[in-house]
């Protein structure tokens, strides 16, 4: 009965046409593009699709009233489980607001909605000198609201940053149901940095509805070399010397034997069969400097045993290059029946070492692991190969994926380097913070979310929710105090 009556209460605001809730409907809803292995799979009740800011509100509102969960969508593609209604409820896919509501080339802002494509974005300025710098490779099909909510990085997030670097003010809708800007195109904003707090908090305590995203100039030149290494070590031994000259690529991607394998097989992108590594390397700016710095990374590359470097001669033969990496993922079901993509981060220098240890582990597994990552900022992403069906398997699978976290923490990195921590990550986080830190986290949040019912399960780890707060705090004091306790 209250479900019918939320129902009608929801088809007032979105329209028959916006909202979904028949089984077959929601099915698509259930996961992101985690395997559903690793991250699970759950229906929300309820799909809505509004198309204005005040219907988000709307929705929200009518949530707390029926005191019901809220889930933010945007395309789906996340990796680690953000967007799944763990606990059913409403899911508020924002993807038919995709509207660029103002471009000011002379300030250099877009104002658009969450759904928006993130490609559309610079499709529409490019011919007028400006993109939108952030680009994950699943950027034909990711929102610019799920990119501020992982704060998502990208191939050319070396050079210009990620996402946090792009965004310049947002609009939200709060769980009060409150609608507020944060941020602006004002030089500075002064107050707490609430834009800084939106971005990278996977839809927990507000949803974007709008973004004032920075536009960046298109660069005068662009060079996309490709190129071939024996192993693995030679490439990574090639990545630190191209940045130890002072270089700085717009992109320098990695992709091992295995990878390679996978793509060429998947889309004959022009990578070499018998190659140990493949750098993928983009250099733009001023044409003098990008030809000056093409040459010098040649000679970096040959001084590391490239094999050769081949430097793109023609869009077609540049966007053929890209296509095999940004792909890779998609070519990997040409090998396995799953894989889990781990996704961490270690300080640049340790990548030599850090890819050791995967090695070494999956070795120890006896699981096969392709490499393919953003070198050049040292965010690495192993994928386990694996056969959820075969037993034992997925149990093997998580050990492995565990230790390689382990090991970045210990080396100075991080357990996401981009992906997020949603719901595959969140009892990991207890590797980088002590229970005060977390305890500190779980206070932002309760201070937005009382009641927990935005985007539940995300992010902070099991027993740091609402209830558990002072019982965080107390084992924080526990600690100090040295008494220990599990
Ligand atoms: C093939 C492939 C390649 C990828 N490559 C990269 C890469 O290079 N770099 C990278 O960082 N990521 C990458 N990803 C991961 C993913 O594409 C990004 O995290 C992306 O930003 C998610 O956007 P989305 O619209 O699909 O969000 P969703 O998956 O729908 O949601 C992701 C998270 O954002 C929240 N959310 C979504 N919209 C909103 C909103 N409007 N307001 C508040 N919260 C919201 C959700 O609740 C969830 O927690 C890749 C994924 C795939 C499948």
Known sequence: ????????????????DGLLDDPYDLLVYEYDASDEAIAGSHQPDFVVLPTTS?????????AREFNVVVTPRGAGT??????????????????????????????????????????????????????????????KACTIGGNVANNSGGPHCLKYGVTSNHILGLEVVLPSGELIWVGGSAP??????LTGVMVGSEGTIGIVTKAMVRLTRNPEDINVLMAPFPTIESASGAVSSIIAAGILPAALEMMDALTIEAVETAFNAGYPRDAGAVLLIEIDGL????AESTEE???ICKQHDAKEVRVATSQAERDLFWQGRKAAFGAMGRLTKNYYLQDTVVPRTKLPQTLKRVDEISRDYDLKIANVFHAGDGNLHPLILFDRYKPGDLEKVLNAGTEMLHYCVDVGGAISGEHGIGLEKKDHLTMMYSTDDLAAMAGLKQSFDPTQYFNPDKVLPSGSGCGEIDSLKEHARWEKMGIHVV
Do not use: C, H, W
């Not at 044409?287 to 990008?290: I, M, P």
């Open 54 to 62: 005040e219907q988000v509100a709307e929705v929200v509102r009518i």
């Open 188 to 193: 500075e904003t002064p107050g707490y940095d």
């Open 1 to 16: 009965m209250a479900s019918q009556q939320l129902r009608e209460r929801l088809v007032s605001i979105v329209g028959p």
């Open 297 to 299: 990374i040649v000679t």
């Open 78 to 139: 996340g990796l680690a489980g953000g967007a799944i209604a763990s606990q059913g409820g409403i899911m508020v896919v924002l993807t038919r607001m995709t509207k660029i509501l103002e471009v000011n080339y002379l300030d250099r802002y877009a104002v658009v909605e969450p759904g928006l494509i993130n490609l559309d974005l610079s499709v529409k300025t490019s011919p007028d000198g400006y993109f939108f710098a952030p680009d994950p490779s699943s950027q």
């Open 287 to 290: 044409r003098e400097a990008v």
